[in-house]
T-cell receptor
C-alpha cells in the first residue's frame, strides 16, 4: 500500500475557479512534505516545501496546508488559469522521498 | 541555467538490447537520483548516489546499473532491456546539505519504450 495517497485522481475545473487537492500519508517519522507541479512531458517542479512544524505555506495562487496530527495536506489553487493544467504530486520525506501518484488537473476555458 | 539535463529524451529499444541514459547537472549537487514513473503510480527510486564514486540501490533496482564517475554525471544502464522497463525515467539532484531534506531538481525525463 502506498504510504502517500492523493485524491482525487483527476479533476476538471473551469478557468477562474478554485480547487483543492488532497494528500494523506502514513509516512512516519516525518521530515517534510512537498508539493510538485508536473507539466505533461516535463519533470516535476517544486511548488512548496513544509516541515512538520509548519501549517501553511503559499506560493502565489498556490497555498499548501499541513496537519501533522491527522497526516493530511492539501493544495489549494485560487483563480485557476489554463496553465495550471498539470499533475500535482505530493511527496513526503522521512529518510527517503515517498511520492504520491498525483492528481491530474485540467483547467478548461 | 541548464539545471538537470537528461539524454536522450526518447528511445525505443528491442527486448535484450542495452542502453545508457545520461544525466548531467551543473549545480554542483552531491546527491543524484534515478526514478521511473509509470501510469497511476508515484515516482519510484531506482538508484541514487550521495557523491562522486558512490552508488546505492533504491526501491526498484533490479535490471539497472548506475555509475557516478564524475560529480556532475549520473549514468543509468540497462544491460538487457525488458518490456517491463518501458517507462518514463527521471533524474534528479539535490545539494549535500540536508540531503533528502532539501530541494530536489528534476530533469525533463526520458521516455523509453521496449518492444
Amino acid at each position: 500500500k502506498n504510504q502517500v495517497e492523493q485524491s482525487p485522481q483527476s479533476l476538471i475545473i473551469l478557468e477562474g475557479k478554485n480547487c483543492t487537492l488532497q494528500c494523506n500519508y502514513t509516512v512516519s517519522p516525518f521530515s517534510n512534505l512537498r508539493w510538485y507541479k508536473q507539466d505533461t512531458g516535463r519533470g516535476p517542479v517544486s511548488l512548496t516545501i513544509m516541515t512538520f512544524s509548519e501549517n501553511t505555506k503559499s506560493n502565489g495562487r498556490y497555498t499548501a496546508t499541513l496537519d501533522a496530527d491527522t497526516k493530511q495536506s492539501s493544495l489549494h489553487i485560487t483563480a485557476s488559469q489554463l496553465s495550471d493544467s498539470a499533475s500535482y504530486i505530493c511527496v513526503v520525506s522521512d529518510n527517503d522521498m515517498r511520492f504520491g501518484a498525483g492528481t491530474r488537473l485540467t483547467v478548461k476555458p | 541555467n541548464a539545471g538537470v539535463t537528461q539524454t536522450p529524451k526518447f528511445r525505443v529499444l528491442k527486448t535484450g538490447q542495452s542502453m545508457t541514459l545520461l544525466c548531467a547537472q551543473d549545480m554542483n549537487h552531491e546527491y543524484m537520483y534515478w526514478y521511473r514513473q509509470d501510469p497511476g503510480m508515484g515516482l519510484r527510486l531506482i538508484h541514487y548516489s550521495v557523491g562522486e564514486g558512490t552508488t546505492a540501490k533504491g526501491e526498484v533496482p533490479d535490471g539497472y546499473n548506475v555509475s557516478r564517475l564524475k560529480k556532475q554525471n549520473f549514468l543509468l544502464g540497462l544491460e538487457s532491456a525488458a518490456p517491463s522497463q518501458t517507462s518514463v525515467y527521471f533524474c534528479a539532484s539535490s545539494p549535500q546539505e540536508g540531503g533528502w531534506y532539501t530541494e530536489a531538481f528534476f530533469g525533463q525525463g526520458t521516455r523509453l519504450t521496449v518492444v
